[in-house]
């Protein structure tokens, strides 16, 4: 039975270079990804070995069945790996798939048909996150506003919410930017899968504290409601 | 269902219909023909044929002739091959108008195109 083991992803699943990049990296080291698990990865322990990633578009308005679609690209030397799939914008889904044969042609030899296609729906999933979170933002400032003074006078245990959320806010804001940052990477073929350990490091930290943040606000809710 | 109207062919997408008006063909036959045909200068990875395939349906030039099992073919329609024709003129055209401008640069001592190796 072959080792397996559960880590966390550094990048959002959005960031189709990065990830494709990250995993590249890790089957360097011997760890063969399995699936995805939300922001987690579960990476199973084999031979190192040069191995290329790359996300591609899944046909969803076909009804194929999975198995159908991983026979389609086996054809080509790719294997399409189950529940990596991400779902961005309304029909775009996407899988990753990778190969170990420097022969297999390689996943897009033309920009027009992924780039354009995965950047526009990029785009607009990170436009419709922006316009989620300032409607958010719009209504906290409201209620600050009518009742900022009331709150903080006598409903002390608010306060953290107040800090909290406009952490987390910005945590939301950010992953909206990087969605923008890989859909512009897409439209100018300026993918950049290089595995970077300081930006890794970064990542981690950052990710760290978003959890933390997280938790936090949820323990402060909790809090609020028990109150 | 109204048909999603395609803009300009690229090369992969030229090459694909030009590789399924020789008949019908599945996909990995379409990418062999296309290499063989082009010496291997033209290569097109899975991720672009079927994303490129899957266009042509939704703009009615291919039509599915078999979905039994794993592998599927597809056949050329007529819209197809108009739109393949329309593109095969437009390009004869675009080689004409480089080889004129060739034969007006030689009359005024500039190099013709196909010397100059552009």
């Not at chain 1, 996943?107 to 958010?136: H, N, P, R, W």
Request: charged fraction near 25%.
């Amino acid at each position: 039975m072959p080792v397996r083991k559960t880590v966390l992803c550094p990048y959002f699943r959005q960031e189709f270079d990065r990830v494709e990049g990250w995993c590249e990296e890790m089957e360097r080291r011997g760890m063969r990804l399995v699936q995805f698990k939300g922001q987690f990865a579960v990476l199973e322990r084999g031979e190192p070995r040069e191995t290329r990633y790359r996300y591609c578009a899944v046909e969803t308005g076909m009804d194929e069945t999975f198995e159908r679609e991983r026979l389609k690209y086996a054809d080509f030397g790719w294997e399409l790996l189950y529940n990596t799939t991400l779902h961005v914008g309304h029909s775009g889904e996407y899988c990753l798939a990778r190969t170990a044969d420097p022969s297999a042609v390689e996943m897009y030899t033309d920009k027009e048909s992924f780039g354009a296609l995965a950047s526009k729906q990029l785009f607009i999933s990170a436009v419709v996150l922006v316009v989620l979170i300032a409607i958010d933002v719009f209504r906290f400032l409201r209620v600050c506003q009518v009742g900022l003074t009331g709150l903080v006078e006598y409903e002390r245990r608010v306060l953290p919410l107040l800090i909290l959320l406009p952490l987390l806010f910005c945590c939301l804001i950010y992953t909206a930017l990087c969605t923008q940052r890989t859909s512009r990477r897409l439209e100018a073929d300026t993918l950049d899968r290089e595995y970077d350990p300081k930006e890794v490091r970064k990542r981690y930290i950052f990710l760290a504290c978003e959890g933390a943040l997280i938790i936090a606000a949820i323990a402060a809710l909790l809090l609020l409601w028990l109150a | 269902m109204p048909r999603k109207a395609l803009g300009a062919l690229t090369e992969a997408m030229f090459y694909i219909l030009m590789a399924l008006t020789e008949g019908e063909k599945c996909g990995v036959e379409v990418t062999a023909w296309i290499e063989r045909h082009t010496s291997g200068r033209v290569r097109i990875g899975p991720g672009t044929l079927y994303t490129i395939l899957g266009s042509f349906l939704d703009a009615g030039l291919i039509t599915e002739t078999e979905t039994e099992g794993r592998r599927r073919t597809y056949a050329i329609s007529g819209e197809g091959e108009r739109r393949y024709a329309e593109e095969l003129t437009r390009l004869r055209q675009c080689v004409a108008d480089a080889e004129r401008r060739g034969d007006a640069c030689a009359e005024n001592g500039a190099l013709p195109i196909f010397q100059a190796g552009i």
